[in-house]
C-alpha cells in the first residue's frame, strides 16, 4: 500500500484538506496527519477521520522565530523516520519549513515531497520584510522539495521562475463544495427566518465577511467604511474568532456602530449566510486563493473585494475590486452594489467559480499524489532491478557504443573523481562493449558503471536517474537528451552543433568540451554538490522540451508538405 504524511496545522486540516485526504483514501492510499495546534479542533478532526487515519501532534507554531518549533522539529523527524512514507504533503509556512528539514534523510531513499503553497507571503505590494524574511526561506527550501503546487496564477509564475523544486504545478485552489454553496441552498422562507435571527428587518441590507480576526484579514477596513457611510439600514456581520477581537469590538463601539456591525463568532451555517447577504465582502491585505469569496460567489452572492492576488484570480473583471486600504473606496463599493444590480457580474462570477469545484480540485491533487508516487515506485523499483542503492547519485546515458557517442569520456572521469555513491548507467549496444567492459574492470569500476544494453524503458531509467550525461563527438540533432529534457533530468551535454539548438551551459545543465576529461569532472562535481542548480536545470529543461513536442513537430512537416503543393 502506498503511504502518504499530510501536514497542516489541525485548523487547515479540518477546515480545507480532509475533503482531499479522503479522497486519497478512497484510492487506495495509507493516509497519516501531522498537526500543529493552533485551535482547539483536535477533537473534531479525531471524529472526521476516524480510526483509519493515524492523526499525530506536533508542536509547532505559527510564529518563525518561536524557539519551540525545534520540539516539533524533532517530533516530525521521528513521525517520518517510523512512518516509511512513499509521499509527503505539506502545508503552510513554517510547518512547510519544518517537515521539508525534517523530510531531508528520507528522500534520500525515495520519499517524495510535495509542498502546497496556499499563498506565498512575499507577493506584488508585500511589505519589504516579507520579502527579506520569506522569500529567502522559500527559496532555499525549494531545494528539498520534488513537487511546488501554487494556487493563485502569481505564484505559479513566481515559483517557476524563482524556485528550484524539480516540479512547479498549478491546481486552481483547494476547491468549493459546490454541493453546499449553490445558488438555491436555501428557500425564501427560511432566508426569512434567518434573516429575523439576524435582527434585520424588512429593507435592511446584509453585508457578509468570513474570516479570522486577524491584522491580514482587514475587517477594520470595512467598520469604518460604514462610519463614513452612516446608513442604520446597512448591517455588518463578520463571522470568525481570532487576536483582534477586543480591538474590533472597542472600534465598534468607538465609531458608535454597536447596531450596524456584529461579530457572530465561529459559524458552521456559512451556506445559509451567503444565500441570505445582500453583499460579500473580502477586504483582504494578502490571500492565497480565499476560499470564503469561492463559497460567496458559489452561492450567485454579489461580492466586492479589495484589489490582491488571489481575488483577482476568482472575480471576473476589475468593477468589484477596491484597494484594501482605501476606506472611501470601499465604501464607495458598497454604495454603489447595494443601489444597483450587478446581475451579469454575478453570473460571471458564478461561471468561473466551475473551475474551482471541490470535485476537480480533487482530482488534480490525486493526480499530482499519484504521479508523484508513481514515478518513487517506479525509480526505486528499477534501482533494485540494477543493485543500485536508493540513495545512490545516477549518471545516465543513452547511446550505441561506439566513438561517436565517447561516453568514455565520463567513465575516465568517474575514474579521476572517485565520487562516493555515483552510479554511472549507459543504455546501448555497439562494437566498443568490449573495450568498455576492459576499461572499466581495469579501474575497478565493475560495480559503478553499468552497460545496459539495448533497453526498451529509457523513460523509466530518466526516472531512475538524477542527471543525463551526452558527450557525443558529433550529433545532427540529440533525441536522447531531448527524452531526458522531457523527462526533467539535467543534463551535461557536448558543447556541439546538433546540441547547441537547445542546450546551454548553465540553464540546462552543463556544456563541455567533449574530449576534455577535466571539464567533464568539472560538470559531474557541480552537479553531484549542487541541487539547487540540478533543481533550476530540471524546471527549465520540462520548459525548453515543450517547444520540440511531436505535435509541434508533426504540424511542421505538414506545413512544409502542403506547401510544396
Request: proline share 4%; net charge neutral.
Amino acid at each position: 500500500m502506498r503511504r502518504v504524511l499530510v501536514t497542516s496545522t489541525n485548523t487547515s486540516m479540518h477546515e480545507f484538506l480532509l475533503p482531499h485526504i479522503k479522497c486519497l483514501i478512497e484510492n487506495g492510499y495509507v493516509v497519516e496527519i501531522a498537526c500543529s495546534h493552533v485551535a482547539g479542533r483536535f477533537e473534531q478532526l479525531n471524529e472526521a477521520v476516524g480510526e483509519e487515519v493515524k492523526v499525530h501532534r506536533v508542536n509547532l507554531y505559527r510564529s518563525p522565530v518561536r524557539i519551540g518549533n525545534l520540539k516539533g522539529l524533532r517530533e516530525l523527524r521521528q513521525i517520518i523516520r517510523d512512518g516509511h512514507f512513499d509521499l509527503i504533503w505539506t502545508n503552510e509556512p513554517v510547518m512547510g519549513v519544518m517537515t521539508r528539514l525534517a523530510a531531508i534523510p528520507a528522500r534520500r531513499t525515495g520519499t517524495k515531497v510535495l509542498y502546497m503553497a496556499h499563498g506565498f507571503h512575499f507577493f506584488h505590494g508585500a511589505p519589504l520584510k516579507n520579502w527579506l524574511l520569506y522569500y529567502p526561506v522559500e527559496k532555499i527550501m525549494s531545494v528539498w522539495t520534488d513537487i511546488l503546487v501554487t494556487i493563485n496564477q502569481e505564484d505559479y509564475a513566481l515559483a517557476k521562475k524563482k524556485m528550484h523544486a524539480k516540479q512547479v504545478e498549478y491546481i486552481p485552489g483547494i476547491g468549493v463544495d459546490t454541493n453546499r454553496f449553490f445558488p438555491d441552498a436555501v428557500t425564501e422562507g427560511k432566508k426569512d427566518a434567518i434573516r429575523r435571527s439576524l435582527g434585520l428587518e424588512r429593507g435592511d441590507k446584509m453585508l457578509l465577511s468570513v474570516g479570522e480576526l486577524i491584522p491580514r484579514k482587514n475587517h477594520e477596513v470595512v467598520i469604518r467604511a460604514l462610519a463614513e457611510l452612516r446608513a442604520p439600514s446597512i448591517k455588518y456581520y463578520i463571522c470568525g474568532e481570532g487576536e483582534l477581537r477586543p480591538e474590533l469590538e472597542a472600534l465598534i463601539e468607538k465609531l458608535g456602530l454597536e447596531g450596524s456591525v456584529f461579530l457572530l463568532g465561529y459559524r458552521e451555517d456559512i451556506p445559509q449566510l451567503c444565500a441570505c447577504a445582500d453583499l460579500f465582502i473580502m477586504p483582504s491585505l494578502q490571500e492565497g486563493l480565499p476560499v470564503a469569496l469561492m463559497e460567496a460567489l458559489a452561492s450567485k452572492t454579489p461580492a466586492i473585494c479589495a484589489n490582491i492576488r488571489g481575488n483577482t484570480d476568482l472575480i471576473a473583471g476589475k468593477n468589484a475590486l477596491f484597494e484594501c486600504r482605501d476606506v472611501s473606496g470601499a465604501a464607495a463599493k458598497i454604495t454603489e452594489y447595494l443601489t444597483e444590480p450587478h446581475d451579469d457580474e454575478v453570473e460571471r462570477n458564478y461561471e468561473n467559480i466551475k473551475r474551482f469545484d471541490l470535485e476537480s480540485v480533487k482530482e488534480s491533487v490525486k493526480k499530482l499524489a499519484g504521479g508523484g508516487i508513481h514515478r518513487v515506485y517506479r525509480a526505486q523499483e528499477l534501482r533494485r532491478s540494477l543493485d543500485i542503492p536508493l540513495d545512490a547519485f545516477v549518471l545516465l546515458s543513452v547511446g550505441e557504443l561506439q566513438e561517436r557517442k565517447n561516453h568514455i569520456v565520463a567513465i575516465e572521469a568517474l575514474h579521476q573523481l572517485n565520487l562516493p555513491n555515483v552510479y554511472y548507467i549507459i543504455a546501448g549496444r555497439g562494437e566498443l562493449k568490449d573495450k568498455y567492459e576492459k576499461l572499466i574492470a581495469q579501474y575497478g569500476m565493475n560495480g559503478t558503471v553499468r552497460l545496459l544494453g539495448y533497453r526498451n524503458d529509457i523513460d523509466q531509467l530518466c526516472a531512475a536517474a538524477d542527471c543525463f550525461v551526452h558527450p557525443s563527438i558529433r550529433e545532427g540533432f540529440g533525441i536522447a537528451p531531448m527524452e531526458a529534457m522531457v523527462s526533467g533530468l539535467p543534463l551535461i551535454t557536448a558543447d556541439i552543433n546538433g546540441m547547441k539548438d537547445y542546450t546551454k551551459d548553465g540553464v540546462t545543465g552543463c556544456c563541455v568540451d567533449p574530449r576534455s576529461v577535466e571539464e567533464v569532472c568539472t560538470a559531474i562535481t557541480r552537479m553531484y554538490e549542487d541541487p539547487a542548480f540540478r533543481s533550476e536545470c530540471s524546471r527549465n529543461n520540462r520548459e525548453i522540451a515543450k517547444k520540440y513536442g511531436i505535435d509541434i513537430s508533426k504540424k511542421e512537416v505538414l506545413n512544409i508538405i502542403n506547401g510544396v503543393w
